[in-house]
């Protein structure tokens, strides 16, 4: 059985750890499944998604061109607080 500690470790873990997890876990449910020894009545048709977080999603890319030029326009008509280069890193 899987402790509350380590699903509070997952819960808190990279994004990268928590998706090799999941694919991990999914790979072991897919092994369970096409055993022979499974009862049909469980056998239900699945597919395994994978995340590639090295390719860009133009969705979310566009998404965060949009938020720019909102933020730009914002900071261009003052409604933007700005902080220094020296605040920020002093």
């Not at 055993?35 to 977080?53: A, G, W």
């Amino acid at each position: 059985m899987i402790t509350q500690k380590t699903v509070q470790q997952l819960q808190h873990a990279p994004i990268k750890d928590r998706i090799q997890a999941i694919e991990v876990l999914l790979e072991s449910l897919k092994q369970d499944i096409t055993h022979p020894e499974f009862s049909k009545k469980h056998r239900r048709p699945f597919r395994v998604r994978t995340f590639d977080l090295d390719t860009p999603n133009p969705e979310v890319e566009k998404a965060w061109a949009n938020e720019a030029l909102k933020r730009l326009q914002a900071y261009k008509e003052g409604k933007l607080k700005t902080i220094s280069f020296e605040e920020t890193f002093s």
